[in-house]
């Protein structure tokens, strides 16, 4: 099963809002990575992150790998329709050949 | 740059049959790797495909196999089949030992009745 908590499941607001994610793990990961769905897609990258208390901005979002290594979180700024969909964090291995994902936030934005 | 390429998008099969979805990887990959997607959940990694053998596995029965080919496309295989198969197939190809270069296909979904 996942080993990734991720919260909200779901939000739904204004346009303009900020909006604030989180993820949680019981495993220490090595990096952690941030995706969004569209419905009928696979999930697309948005950021990475791959230090301990790393600090990473991609436009209007911004995520942090947590000083443990078993959190990371992900703002969007002055959110706009654009940004519905589902959000993932994902943990990867030691290994390197396996993602770990979270449940998803559903975020929806109502103009 | 070609991305992901899935095939079929859809499919509906009846229990206990077989199903092979196929996988074209982004150019310049040479890594595979095959998640499932429950409805309202996260991708769950079923393995990965690197010079044409596993490279790893999820917590996926035997009757979840794959194959990797020359030019790094893949396959993947499930035997009789369950109703709790039914699910949104996603590929990802990267290049061996990317920890972020994965590009994910828009997946197959396969129904089970």
């Known amino acids: 099963g996942q080993q990734l908590n991720q919260s909200p499941q779901s939000m739904f607001i204004q346009e303009g809002e900020d909006v604030s994610m989180n993820c949680t793990s019981s495993?220490?990961?090595?990096?952690w990575l941030w995706y969004k769905q569209d419905p009928g897609e696979g999930p697309v990258l948005l950021i990475a992150?791959?230090?301990?208390?790393e600090l990473t901005s991609n436009g209007r979002l911004t995520a942090q790998f947590g000083i443990t290594r078993k959190d990371s979180f992900l703002n969007i700024s002055a959110s706009i329709p654009s940004d519905v969909g589902i959000y993932f964090c994902?943990?990867?291995?030691?290994?390197?050949?396996?993602?770990?994902f979270g449940g998803g936030t559903r975020l929806m934005v109502k103009p | 740059e070609t991305g992901v390429t899935q095939s079929p998008t859809h499919l509906i099969k009846t229990r206990g049959q077989q199903v092979t979805l196929r996988c074209s990887s982004q150019?310049?990959?040479?890594?595979v790797s095959w998640y499932q997607q429950a409805l309202g959940q996260g991708p769950q990694f079923i393995f990965q495909?690197?010079?044409?053998?596993?490279?790893g596995r999820g917590n996926f029965p035997p009757r979840f196999s794959g194959l990797q080919f020359p030019n790094y496309s893949s396959e993947l295989n499930v035997n009789a089949l369950e109703l709790d198969d039914s699910a949104l197939y996603l590929c990802?190809?990267?290049?061996?030992?990317?920890?972020?270069?994965?590009?994910f296909g828009s997946g197959t979904r396969l129904t089970v009745v």
């Open positions: 990802a190809s990267s290049s061996h030992g990317a920890s972020y270069g994965y590009t």
């Open positions: 495993s220490i990961f090595n990096t």
């Open positions: 992150l791959y230090k301990a208390g």
């Open positions: 994902a943990g990867h291995n030691n290994a390197g050949n396996m993602l770990t």
């Open positions: 150019s310049g990959h040479n890594t």
């Open positions: 495909y690197y010079r044409e053998e596993e490279n």
